[in-house]
């Protein structure tokens, strides 16, 4: 992906994140989700390529805008894009760390139509390649992790979301001797923080939706790190109807493991963040001076890095990045 490209998905992540940060701590999580998602389509649409939202706000007869299917631009590259525009809606809504507007592009055909269902996840760092697999127990894959980066397991730290479907995985996790860092919201950002710096996040595990996890899968492949998924129709309520759905559409075994290179099928792709409100990986918008910043995480995999971008925008007369 050209940095030129990368550079205007990050922009579009930063205008999605201006606009969806005035509802930060108001209460109102549809709001500022509409926010995001109106800023988001607009942006996309004054870009020069040919976009095609695969993973979205759901449906076309479920999501006015960024439906799966919905064509944007103003015509060129081809280009597949999967978009949360706000991950962590109750985060921005009760102003609580980690609420990101999050993109995930790549060459047109390379991500997987991802049900709208549950996917159980394993994400770690690149030292842990190789290391864990979904299908291993919680106690074999702590160790794994522990010993990929030299740390006894009692400092290991596993993300996983507060939810009543892990009470068991918790558990487990607290008999292996492992440290839980339990989140509320933002699936995306567990999984993409086991690769990034200064997380404190070592291991993610649990079920969580499945477009999340091609967003997360994406940011992952780019820098090396371990992304493995099991999509699990039975946690979902309407899981029949969706596998149903899914046997036309996602192209894989809907009953097998997912790797990395099943979820993202090729290696010219990006994934952008940018912060909502303030968290371990990225600051939240801000305004000071009469100016508006951000700040973004850009995971590339055509040169393997990770790059934090902050962001000026004074009197709205433009950006400079820094």
Not at 30 to 49: L, P
């Amino acid at each position: 992906m050209q940095a030129n490209r990368i550079m205007e998905i990050v922009n579009v992540a930063e205008l999605a994140a201006i606009d969806a940060a005035v509802w930060n701590g108001k209460g109102d999580k549809v709001s500022a989700d509409q926010a995001a998602t109106s800023a988001m389509r607009k942006a996309f649409n004054e870009m020069s390529f040919s976009g095609r939202i695969v993973i979205g706000e759901g449906e076309r007869d479920k999501a006015p805008m960024l439906f799966i299917g919905e064509e944007l631009g103003r015509g060129g590259e081809e280009i597949d894009i999967a978009v949360d525009p706000l991950e962590g809606t109750n985060l921005c809504a009760y102003n609580q760390a980690n609420a990101l507007t999050t993109i995930a592009v790549a060459p047109r055909g390379a991500l997987l139509f991802a049900p709208d269902t549950y996917m159980r996840k394993i994400a770690a760092g690149p030292a842990c390649v190789g290391k864990v697999h979904v299908d291993k127990t919680p106690a074999e894959n702590i160790a794994a992790v522990a010993e990929a980066l030299g740390k006894p397991v009692s400092e290991v730290n596993v993300c996983i979301l507060e939810r009543d479907r892990h009470a068991d995985l918790i558990k487990a996790v607290r008999e292996a001797g492992a440290r839980i860092r339990l989140i509320g919201d933002g699936d995306v950002f567990g999984a993409i923080a086991t690769a990034v710096p200064g997380t404190g996040i070592d291991l993610y595990m649990g079920t969580g939706g499945a477009p999340e996890g091609v967003l997360a899968c994406t940011g992952l492949k780019a820098i090396g790190g371990v992304f493995m998924g099991r999509f699990d129709f039975g946690v979902d309520e309407e899981g029949v109807e969706k596998r149903v759905r899914a046997e036309k559409t996602a192209g894989v075994n809907l009953d097998g493991v997912l790797t990395m290179d099943m979820l993202v099928r090729s290696d010219d792709a990006a994934f952008v963040a940018c912060g909502v409100t303030d968290g371990e990986m990225v600051s939240g918008v801000s305004h000071e001076g009469g100016s508006i910043t951000t700040e973004s995480v850009v995971m590339n995999s055509a040169d393997h890095t990770v790059r934090f971008i902050k962001t000026c925008r004074t009197n709205g007369d433009g950006a400079v990045r820094f």
